[in-house]
């Protein structure tokens, strides 16, 4: 754009003249024009800058309530990982004689600090090595578990008689029941007092078939005072279940059974305030919970269904 011209008269000449700035109004006019892009760029730079922070302070708080969604579900993976640890430690590798897996095995490689050096640099870094130490963590004791249940596959590949004598399903069908009461102390519902109750209770109406949980012999079948009509059925390897208060037994003493025969009833009979059949699971001679040995005929989910009712179980019946 063509900068504006100034002229003024000259009646000397009688002619219009042009009139050209001092220098001191040149310099004036560019002070004038630099003072103003300095404040209009000042004034766009906080307008911007400002709603540019406040966006990255947001995302940045997004971002942190991501993290920590993620760190409380890699939270609760670990907590089931160390529920199966302990399952394959305490239940799976006793019942076929194996040493638990030494503790070198399932954490190798987890002491190495170095390898989170680089978050040091960055903001967050307590909470970015925490996730990843967790993530690390959940790694190595999904590989480990994953090479004990290979160790156990082919131990129990060569045990297969003393699996089919092991107590490892469920004593009555999964949808035949709900859970009345669990295992351990509690109050008993006709003496009032504290006791402790060696099984798990399963109301059921009555006539509901029950299953013999693995192969054995029938060593006892008979009334009772307080089992009422009872079955014990032994199953060598130190291992024996108990089937009580039926209404009706199908078996007698001596005859061999196989996991999955019906062997009676659910009924009330002996102590009982409702028909249900009282389940309890031995080894050598003591009583065991019998949750822990339900792990052919259940799905995982059924599985941590009759977990969740057993512990919080709380109608007891005998």
Do not use: C
């Amino acid at each position: 754009m063509a900068k504006k011209a100034h002229y003024t008269y000259n009646p000397a000449t009688d002619n219009y003249e042009r009139v050209y700035p001092t220098m001191k109004t040149r310099v004036m006019r560019l002070l004038h024009y630099v003072v103003w892009g300095v404040l209009m760029s000042g004034a766009l730079w906080l307008f911007f800058g400002f709603h540019n922070e406040t966006y990255i302070v947001k995302e940045n708080s997004a971002l942190k309530d991501k993290y920590k969604v993620l760190e409380s579900r890699l939270n609760d993976a670990l907590d089931v990982m160390e529920d199966i640890k302990d399952r394959d430690d305490n239940f799976y590798r006793v019942m076929m004689q194996m040493d638990p897996m030494k503790r070198s095995e399932r954490y190798a490689g987890l002491g190495n600090e170095q390898r989170y050096s680089n978050f040091q640099k960055l903001s967050d870094s307590e909470l970015l090595t925490r996730l990843s130490q967790n993530l690390d963590l959940l790694e190595r004791q999904v590989y480990a578990q994953s090479s004990s249940f290979d160790q156990l596959r082919q131990t129990a590949f060569a045990q297969r008689d003393k699996l089919r004598h092991i107590p490892s399903i469920m004593p009555i069908n999964v949808s035949d029941y709900s859970m009345s009461s669990g295992y351990g102390y509690r109050r008993d519902p006709v003496e009032g007092t504290t006791s402790f109750h060696a099984g798990l209770d399963f109301a059921a109406p009555t006539g509901t078939p029950v299953y013999a949980t693995a192969d054995g012999v029938v060593v006892a079948a008979e009334r009772t005072g307080g089992y009422g009509n009872r079955i014990d059925v032994s199953h060598g390897y130190n291992y024996v279940t108990r089937y009580a208060h039926l209404s009706k037994i199908s078996v007698q003493d001596g005859q061999n059974v196989h996991r999955g025969d019906k062997i009676g009833e659910v009924g009330s009979t002996g102590k009982s305030t409702g028909p249900h059949l009282h389940y309890e699971v031995l080894f050598k001679d003591e009583p065991q919970n019998p949750v822990n040995y339900y792990f052919l005929d259940v799905t995982p989910e059924q599985y941590q269904a009759i977990v969740e009712a057993a512990e919080n179980a709380g109608h007891i019946m005998d």
